[in-house]
């Protein structure tokens, strides 16, 4: 039996390494009609030949950003820059506090999900100033996107960057999202689930890996993600919400899948393999279950053992990932890493207005 590594509080949001979207692509007819939708991540050998032959359009937008200078945030929100000193202090946290630090900025995104720590007036301060830094990290975002638009409409553009801007792109803002319900008028036979799903999925299976590893490391999905950004597996150096979840879901019955772009999910940790970009990042994760399981339309439809995606500004770019353990007194709760917190109220993402994303695991495809 592997031994329990105690360690909290994974501080590092991985900017780049974690991105991916799947996109809308319109193959046009000669008189210029819709004939059908494609997924971009699954069209990747031949995505450069239709866009330069025109015969694929590619929608290329932006995320939001922030006009507010470094400068100026500095003094805008120096409150909140202090409640996080106050908080590396106290957490002993080994830190360059440069707002143009990446690490920096990651750690301050991960309180967004850890606002419980902090006094009423702290948590107001600090949610200002992670929604700011949310936008002013995708300042980086949009050059890459911006230059690799323009190697697109010259038709300069090669395979692998026609990939990465794919990767870079938001989620539509007409993508809909899980609103907030009163569970209190949802009958009780629709909280409490079976054992086991109809495709294999057990949430209790789910929900008991979660509680075991809450708040520690199992090496086997931990090693990989250690060496890669040159740490122990006992520091505090990577993000891994998504990768945590994605372990509770594998626990559960939910089976890897090894296909390409947004039809993989699956851990490799071998000499020349890695696991899937969606097995550990909040982005990738988002488009592999959009394509996989049903969206919960509002909190009344959704049940213990589903996994849920965040974005804090509603900018289009996810940011972390949680599952659902807990349905007590009207309220659902949650478990998670980055920050790790076992049972933590799932009403206080809709309290700061983060954008919400359930997916229903007895609906998820299991093949």
């Known amino acids: 039996m592997l031994k329990k590594i105690k360690k909290v509080k994974c501080i590092f949001f991985v900017a780049t390494f974690f991105i991916a979207i799947s996109l809308s692509l ?40 922030t006009d507010i200078t470094k400068k100026e945030a500095l003094n805008k929100y120096k409150k909140g820059f202090d409640i996080v000193k106050k908080y590396i202090i106290e957490n002993n946290i080994m830190i ?34 992670v929604k700011f830094i949310d936008l002013y990290e ?28 794919v990767n ?51 090496p086997t999905y931990s090693n990989y993600y250690a060496n890669y950004f040159g740490c122990s597996i006992y520091d505090e150096c990577w993000n891994d919400c998504t990768n945590f979840v994605s372990q509770a879901l594998y626990a559960g ?13 699956y851990f490799d940790d071998g000499w020349l393999s890695s696991p899937s970009h969606s097995w550990g990042g909040a982005h990738n994760f988002y488009e592999h279950w959009k394509n996989r399981a049903t969206l919960a339309s509002d909190t009344s439809s959704i049940s213990m053992g589903d996994p849920v995606n965040a974005d804090f500004e509603r900018d ?12 007590s007194n009207g309220h659902f709760y949650l478990t998670q890493h980055t920050t790790d917190k076992k049972d933590n109220a799932l ?21």
């Open 26 to 65: 319109q193959t046009v007819s000669a008189a210029g009609t819709t004939e059908n939708t494609l997924s971009a991540d699954n069209q990747t050998t031949s995505l450069v030949k239709n866009v330069t032959d025109g015969n694929t359009k590619l929608n290329v937008t932006t995320l939001k950003e």
């Open 347 to 367: 009403s206080t993402w809709y309290y700061e207005n983060y954008n919400v994303y359930v997916w229903r695991m007895s609906t998820a495809l299991n093949y």
């Open 138 to 165: 995708n300042s980086e975002k949009n050059k890459k996107i911006k230059e690799y638009k323009s190697k697109l409409d010259t038709k300069t553009i090669n395979q692998k960057e026609l990939s990465e801007l």
């Open 253 to 265: 019955g939910m089976k890897q899948w090894r296909g390409q772009g947004v039809d993989s999910w």
């Open 316 to 327: 289009g770019d996810i940011n972390h990932t949680a599952i659902i353990t807990l349905f």
């Open 96 to 129: 360059n506090e440069d707002l143009d630090n990446i690490k920096y900025q990651s750690l301050i995104l991960s309180l967004g999900t850890s606002l419980d720590y902090f006094s009423e007036s702290d948590r107001d301060e600090i949610v200002k100033l």
């Open 168 to 218: 870079l792109l938001p989620v539509s803002p007409s993508d809909p999202t899980t609103v907030l319900s009163s569970v209190y008028e949802t009958p009780r036979a629709l909280i409490i689930q079976p054992l086991a799903y109809s495709n294999g999925y057990s949430s209790i299976n789910a929900r008991d890996y979660a509680y075991q590893w809450w708040d520690g490391r199992n």
